[in-house]
């Protein structure tokens, strides 16, 4: 990764890429021109002594024209070619397949043609082009994945697209950029994109080679929980080290006496958290807001066993 | 030449009553700048410690200083809200209008100097309000967008209602202003006669008159939606959140002309003082505020270019966008030009006016990248924003804020402050501003987005050298402070009433001026700025 700019990794970055170099040769330029005439004529110019005679000099009509025109030729076809890579950022092309996007406090979920669901998680195949239809549950969202130059708002009430192609396998962020409340600055996830065998053997259900589920397979329980807090965007509304979030703290929650909003009580085991991701509504902890959703679909029995290893070693 | 011979007969500065009541009763506009001169500042300062707490937070990606993500997000949007409702917006307008509007053009006071005054206490109204809703402060950014602002369990109403009141005093400020330069100028200051201080604080009147009224509406819709559940702006009531959008840029552009314009009139005035020499351009500039101001009512939709808009709209308002750029390269190359030829000392106030032009600059440009449609879409909402928006708000305004206060400091106050210390601080403050914000452009290339209260680990040199840069900053502006400050408590006179030799009126009269202003009106024969051998 250069310093200057991300890997670009998407169809869409070349051109992105080429505006941007543009826009910074003529910035620098103008910009140490400003400079260096400035520095030269305070140097030159200084004042020696107190009778130092100057110039009545109040306008130039011949350079006010030139340096009108200059700039305003460079800033149109700066425009200009602005539009014409925006145009190809906005209109996917026919081909490309679709994917379901709703993005929530604070937490994304994909759903694929074949009925296919990830969270927090994209898969896309490498070199075909996709199409996000994103919807928002709640507030204004962003999707936006820096090595792709891509990103659009997500509003409640109506669909939004995006679209890009995605050129390198590999795994890249997909940041929420639009204020979203306390989780904003988690509402992370990642996009994955696979080779066109590798994303077969995703589609068709098996566990990936090297991708991060089987990776996790072979760690213990409690460590694949801990990725899954993360992966999962738990980690958006619950802490591990006792502070308070959106929802209760993980730290010494296993075997602790929860209130509940209809004032009766509850024991923490196994259960109660197995029941509160599956269904997070039906025992309400007294002082939060119902605003978890369910997991039902999302994660399996078998994560839900790895997270509640890993609460359970959170002491 | 300015005629500014003048009988100095016996006269008592404004200054000389003392007590309570001749402050908060006054309707000496030199005096009333001052009460806007205090009022910014304390907002300044206050916003100014809450941004080094953001940047200190964000020295290491997890939190660690304030204890909750939403204690971050409150901090930002105090930060903000102060920053541009209370700091920047009336800012130099309210304060060094008031103070240099009536003084330039010779007149006596400004046309309504009772409704100055109101304006005055609206304004202090407004941040009664304000402060009153600091105990439990919103969380919803400056921009207070829905449908967030509606849904947040945290205190909207206050905060907003505190930017609807002081709506008012801006209108009235801006009234009152263009009244006065229309009716109140001496004879023979005509407007081709007439500083360009005058000129930019004219086209900022005619921003606060037209755009302030949207802005406030769209607050008090938010307000009632809000408190009695109408669905204006939240879909979930049948709302769109796009109209917000709308009508807060609709005002929030034009308000950065409104934070930016009295700037370009300070280092209009502070240049060709410190070059002897007629400013270069003079219609050019003073036009170009108006072109500017006319235009940037038509640009707003920039800030929406990933909101979902359609891309027709797009398409205009990056042409729009871009036009607006046009004027604003012509101003800086005419400042630079005025240098050319002149002899050129470098008062703490000419420091303070070159570095604007170096940043605004800066500012300029980046604005640019984002005018661009395609390379928006990758930056809007990064800290690319972030450090664009403070080198034209900062680098632009603030230099020209605090080069008018080492520039006026003698004729406002009729005191001297120490020229050495305040050219440390002006260093300072510049290496320190730079150190801050220019890491985060490309922070924001590599896609780190804006409000964050925690981030990737891989932005953390980025961050950590911004937030070293704030200290320095912070700390030129606290020497400055008090290099300002103490000469007050002092004894002590300026030796000349006119130590720089500027030709413009409000050099003619003495430090601090009588309460009069002027003894006799005078009469104006020549322009501002005849600097320099014909
Ligand atoms: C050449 C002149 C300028 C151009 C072309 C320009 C362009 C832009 C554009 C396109 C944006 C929106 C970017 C986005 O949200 O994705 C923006 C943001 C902004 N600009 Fe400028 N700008 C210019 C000068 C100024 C000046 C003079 C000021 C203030 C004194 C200013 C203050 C701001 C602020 C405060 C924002 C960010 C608002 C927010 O989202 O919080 N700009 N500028
Ligand atoms: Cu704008």
């Not at chain 2, 006179?493 to 202003?517: D, F, I």
Request: proline content about 5%; glycine content about 6%; some cysteine.
């Amino acid at each position: 990764m250069s310093t200057w700019i991300p890997e670009s990794a998407s169809n869409l970055a070349a051109s992105v890429d080429n505006i941007t170099l543009f826009v910074t040769i003529v910035s620098v330029f103008f910009f140490v021109l400003i400079s260096a005439v400035l520095v030269a004529f305070s140097i030159k110019y200084r004042r020696k002594s107190e009778d130092q005679e100057t110039a009545y000099i109040t306008h130039n009509p011949v350079i006010e024209t030139i340096w009108t025109i200059i700039p305003t030729i460079l800033l149109m076809v700066i425009f200009a070619w602005g539009w014409i890579a925006f145009k190809e950022l906005r209109n996917p092309p026919a081909e490309a397949i679709e994917v379901n996007v709703v993005a929530k406090q604070w937490l994304w979920e994909f759903e694929y043609f074949t009925g296919k669901k990830s969270l927090n998680e994209l898969f896309v195949q490498q070199n075909k082009p996709v199409r996000l239809i994103m919807r928002s549950d709640d507030v204004i969202h962003s999707f936006f994945v820096p090595q792709f130059r891509v990103k659009q708002d997500i509003l409640p009430g109506s669909y939004q697209q995006l679209w890009f192609t995605p050129t390198k396998v590999g795994t890249f962020d997909l940041l929420c950029a639009e204020y979203c409340g306390s989780g904003h600055s988690k509402m992370l996830a990642k996009v994955n994109v696979l080779s066109p065998e590798a994303f077969a053997r995703w589609e068709k259900g098996d566990e990936l080679e090297d991708g991060p589920a089987l990776a996790a397979i072979s760690v213990s329980p409690v460590e694949r929980g801990k990725d899954l807090y993360s992966q999962r965007g738990c980690l958006a509304c619950h802490s591990v080290d006792g502070k308070e979030v959106i929802g209760p703290t993980f730290k010494n929650l296993y075997g602790k006496t929860e209130k509940l909003a209809d004032g009766s009580s509850v024991l923490v085991d196994e259960n109660y958290l197995r029941e509160s991701i599956y269904e997070p509504q039906a025992k309400m902890v007294a002082g939060y807001a119902p605003t978890m959703p369910s997991f039902k679909g999302i994660l399996s029995e078998d994560e839900v066993t790895a997270l509640i290893e890993y609460i359970k070693t959170l002491k | 030449m300015a005629n500014g011979v003048m009988t100095q007969t016996q006269h008592i500065p404004y200054l000389a009553q003392k007590g309570l009541k001749s402050w908060i009763l006054t309707t000496d506009h030199k005096r009333i700048g001052i009460l806007y001169l205090v009022t910014i500042s304390f907002f300044f300062m206050i916003a100014g410690l809450t941004a080094l707490g953001m940047r200190y937070e964000l020295m290491t990606p997890e939190l660690d200083f304030f204890r909750t993500a939403t204690e971050y997000n409150v901090a930002f949007t105090l930060h903000g809200s102060l920053m541009v409702f209370f700091f920047i917006v009336p800012g130099i307008a309210a304060s060094f209008g008031n103070f240099l509007i009536p003084l330039m053009i010779g007149a006596r006071d400004v046309a309504f100097p009772r409704i100055n005054l109101l304006s005055f206490w609206i304004y202090l109204v407004g941040t009664a309000i304000l402060l009153s809703a600091l105990a439990q402060p919103a969380d919803t950014g400056w921009t207070f967008y829905t449908p967030y602002s509606i849904q947040t369990g945290t205190k909207v109403i206050m905060i907003t209602l505190g930017v609807f009141v002081l709506g008012f005093s801006s209108i009235l400020t801006g009234m009152n202003f263009i009244v006065t330069i229309h009716k109140l100028r001496a004879p023979g200051m005509t407007w081709s006669r007439l500083p360009l201080f005058i000129w930019a604080s004219y086209a900022t009147a005619i921003l606060q008159l037209l755009a302030t009224p949207v802005v406030g509406i769209t607050l008090l819709l938010l307000i009632a939606e809000r408190a009695f559940d109408i669905g204006f702006f939240d879909p979930a009531k049948g709302g769109d959140p796009i109209l917000f959008q709308n009508f807060f840029w609709f005002y929030s552009h034009p308000a950065v002309y409104i934070m930016v314009i009295p700037a370009f009139g300070i280092i209009s005035e502070i240049i060709p003082v410190f070059a002897r020499k007629p400013i270069f351009g003079y219609k050019a500039i003073a036009y170009s505020s108006f072109a500017i101001a006319i235009i940037s009512f038509f640009v707003w939709l920039h800030h929406m270019f990933v909101s979902g808009i359609s891309e027709t709209a797009a398409a205009i308002f990056s042409f729009l966008t871009m036009l607006v750029a046009i004027p604003t390269a012509v101003k800086v190359f005419n400042w630079t030009a005025t240098l050319y030829k002149g002899s050129i000392d470098f008062h703490s106030s000419m420091l303070y006016a070159l570095s604007f032009i170096v940043l605004f600059t800066v500012g300029g440009l980046t604005g640019v990248y984002l005018g661009a449609l395609a390379v928006d879409v990758h930056l809007h909402d990064t800290y690319f924003i972030v450090a664009h928006m403070h080198y034209v708000m900062i680098g632009g305004t603030v230099m020209g804020f605090f080069g008018a206060l080492h520039f006026w400091y003698q004729k406002w106050f009729g005191k001297v402050f120490d020229e050495l210390t305040a050219k440390i601080a002006w260093f300072l403050i510049f290496v320190g501003f730079n150190v801050t914000f220019f890491p985060q452009f490309f922070m924001g290339f590599q896609g780190m987005p804006r409000r964050y209260a925690t981030y990737p680990e891989e932005y953390i040199s980025y961050h950590a050298l911004s937030t070293y840069g704030s200290w320095i900053l912070g700390l030129g502006v606290l020497i400055m402070t008090v290099n300002l400050l103490i000469p007050l408590w002092k004894e002590g006179r300026p030796e000349s009433s006119n130590p720089y030799g500027s030709l413009s009126l409000e050099w003619q009269v003495p430090s601090p001026p009588p309460h009069e202003n002027f003894d006799e009106i005078p009469t104006v024969t020549d322009w501002t700025y005849a600097y320099g051998k014909k």
